[in-house]
């Protein structure tokens, strides 16, 4: 049971830091969601021509030495850096670069995932022990391609000292993380968390791997639309990239040094399904019982919730498992919910895509609307809940689920609510 001073401990956003296909900037973000601009195009990291799935959700301008030296960019991996330059943004948009006295470093967490890591550096220098043997083999290799470096490159480029690493639950990380964040604080081990996940597989190992898996579409002549969840029509999902941080603040400290908060972290659920390392469950139990769990830990009924964003990958089983899930979670209040996925929007990224997504939830409580589902044009009769076609919706949201759904069976679900410094909403 928790302590009366664990209860009282409140967990806010009061940064958001994105390295994403459709924006760098919280507003530019905001903007290219609300208004379902794709970034999906034909991939042009590598030539895509042999692959089966020749598009994806890029970052093409991203540039490394805009937030990193020469040699500390060399020394990470395309996820590590994305992870380091959203850290910067999200403490900035704080107000927290540099920290204030009143925040010990030591009480500062970084809680990064990452759902593959370093792939791309795993691909380099295996190409190089092919072709030159032992001594080719990049002596960071190791450092650069570990899962945990994402945390740990962040913790020691601003000195935190907090707990740091981060989960690694397929594509559930990034909410996973902002889950975790919400405990370390409730619970007093931090007082501040930087939360979130980086991902950076659109390489050739990556597509030809997923592409084996068959969950990618093969839209390769309309990229844009080619990301179509809960639609009859749907053929799998698009992969994207990026890093998106959440800063998760202690709310009295937060107010206390007066800073914008974007919303409060209300509840978090965070569960398996035990039955299968790709297919979610069919009936959609395991990922309702996750979206059960969240609720209870918000406090909250299911008719409170105003707004969820779905995992919503556009793949058969996905999209008719969680439209199960949403039925058997929410009873006669989810024909009553808005619910839509971005994806199609900017790509799955993976296991970002929850970070991604928390940060959607916290902007729409806090600008009362709500994004569209893009692409759904035939929707399927199984799927046949309001996922918000096409358009956004202006909503008045005083709390917003997202949920997502990793390989392995892992759910996770985390609840958002505008922040009412009396009390919950």
């Known amino acids: 049971m928790d302590s009366p001073a664990a209860i009282r401990r409140r967990a806010v956003i009061t940064g958001i830091g994105l390295i994403t296909p459709v924006g760098a900037a919280v507003d530019t973000f905001w903007d290219n969601v609300i208004a379902g601009r794709s970034a999906v195009r034909t991939i042009t990291r590598f030539d895509p021509t042999p692959f089966a799935t020749r598009i994806a959700a890029e970052i093409p301008d991203f540039d490394p030495l805009a937030y990193l030296d020469r040699k500390e960019a060399r020394h990470m991996d395309r996820f590590t850096q994305f992870a380091v330059a959203a850290a910067g943004l999200a403490l900035a948009d704080a107000g927290l670069d540099p920290l204030p006295p009143s925040l010990p470093p030591d009480r500062v967490a970084t809680w990064i995932g990452t759902g593959i890591g370093g792939i791309s550096t795993i691909e380099k220098q295996v190409e190089a022990l092919i072709a030159g043997g032992p001594r080719r083999v990049n002596p960071f290799t190791i450092p650069m391609l570990i899962p945990n470096m994402a945390a740990g490159q962040v913790a020691v480029r601003w000195g935190f000292g907090g707990r740091c690493g981060g989960p690694v639950t397929a594509c559930a990380t990034g909410t996973n993380a902002v889950g975790d964040a919400l405990r370390f604080v409730k619970h007093g081990e931090a007082d501040l968390v930087l939360a979130g996940a980086a991902e950076a597989a659109i390489t050739r190992f990556g597509i030809a791997a997923f592409c084996s898996a068959g969950a990618m579409s093969t839209d390769n002549d309309d990229p844009t639309h080619a990301c179509r969840p809960f639609d009859r029509n749907r053929t799998g999902f698009v992969m994207g990239e990026g890093s998106v941080v959440l800063v998760v603040e202690e709310a009295s400290h937060a107010t206390a040094r007066g800073a914008r908060i974007y ?10 399904d035990g039955y299968h390392i790709v297919q979610p469950r069919p009936d959609g139990a395991g990922a309702a019982k996750c979206l059960r769990l ?82 759904l044009t035939e929707p399927d009769p199984t799927c046949d809940l309001d996922y918000v076609p096409h358009q956004a919706r202006r909503k008045d949201v005083r709390t917003a689920l997202s949920v997502s759904l990793g390989f392995g069976g892992h759910n996770a679900a985390i609840v958002v609510g505008r922040w009412e410094e009396g009390g919950s909403p």
Do not use: W
């Open 294 to 375: 969240a609720l209870a830990d918000a406090g909250l009924e299911p008719a409170q919730v105003d707004y969820v964003n779905a995992h919503g990958t556009g793949t058969q089983a996905n999209d008719a498992a969680e439209t199960q899930a949403f039925k058997l979670a929410f009873g006669d209040a989810a024909r009553r919910l808005a619910i839509s996925s971005t994806k199609p929007v900017m790509g799955h990224l993976m296991s970002a895509s929850g970070a991604a997504e928390a940060a959607v939830c916290a902007l729409a409580v806090g600008r009362g609307a709500v994004p569209p589902t893009i692409n």
């Open 263 to 272: 919303a409060e972290v209300l509840g978090y659920g965070t569960n398996g």
